[in-house]
């Protein structure tokens, strides 16, 4: 890839948000501080609502994958990003090996072969227009990757040699940030639970069943209108409960809220009972 070509496309601007993303990023240890991080300066620079990120671990012997997302995902799509052996995957690193190790960018309907036909599918239907890849290998041997991230988009087709240049820039930040996460996640999980309140960690007891339900919708970006529509109850009663969220998760505000409900899985299972009454 010419990178030159690409450099006279970029304004001020934009390279001057890059900047701070990658300043932003030192401040970044934990899962939930990764995913307000990419939801804020890198946005802006890279715009996303699926974060995929493999980072290689040495027992398992292989890349292992994590998912961040803004916007409702099938189960099944999620699955397919994560698994390192899976079609999807293996397409996408090989697309990337083929480029040289640079990032490839892939338009949804060019992800061929009747293996990745239903992930296609379900992207499309999900709304995802493209997905734009990168990694970085060991010295001289491109094969033995030590991270691979993907970024999905939906809405309109964005600029696809933007995007490449930006990630080819933001790429040395992004595998740095979450190597130091996952160092930081493994020491916490070893460490006494007191050592664990006392090092900052969000704490997960006290979060009730419609909190958690509320914390689901927080995620697809309901406001507390539509939220109360959904639950049938006011949008005072939602904004209450949202209060509640942010002082028992000690986070600023929805999107800090929403990450740290990641981090301790208070997602995964989210109560279906919407219609029942307060």
Aim: with cysteine; proline share 5%; aromatic share 6%.
């Amino acid at each position: 890839m010419n990178n030159s070509r690409h450099i006279s496309t970029v304004s001020p601007a934009h390279v001057e948000a890059i900047v701070r993303a990658a300043e932003s990023a030192l401040e970044v240890c934990r899962r939930y501080q990764f995913f307000v991080w990419t939801q804020g300066n890198v946005q802006l620079v890279l715009p996303h609502q699926l974060t995929i990120c493999g980072a290689y671990q040495r027992q398992a012997r292989e890349l292992v994958f994590d998912a961040f997302n803004s916007v409702s995902v099938p189960e099944g799509l999620l699955e397919a990003f994560t698994h390192p052996r899976g079609a999807l995957m293996q397409l996408l690193q090989g697309r990337w090996l083929d480029n040289r190790c640079h990032p490839v960018r892939l338009a949804v309907t060019e992800l061929d072969g009747p293996a990745v036909q239903a992930h296609r599918q379900a992207l499309q239907q999900a709304g995802f227009v493209s997905l734009v890849a990168h990694g970085l290998s060991r010295p001289q041997r491109p094969s033995e990757m030590e991270s691979f991230f993907v970024f999905g988009q939906q809405g309109s087709a964005p600029d696809g040699e933007l995007q490449c240049h930006t990630l080819e820039l933001l790429m040395p930040h992004i595998h740095a940030t979450w190597h130091r996460v996952q160092v930081q996640e493994r020491e916490l999980r070893n460490l006494p639970e007191a050592a664990v309140q006392r090092s900052g960690a969000v704490p997960g007891s006290g979060i009730t069943g419609r909190e958690r339900q509320i914390l689901g919708w927080l995620r697809e970006g309901m406001s507390n209108q539509e939220i109360g529509e959904v639950l049938g109850i006011s949008a005072l009663t939602v904004k209450n409960h949202v209060q509640k969220i942010l002082r028992k998760l000690n986070a600023a505000n929805r999107a800090q809220a929403v990450a740290r409900a990641m981090t301790l899985n208070l997602l995964d299972r989210v109560p279906v009972d919407v219609g029942r009454p307060d």
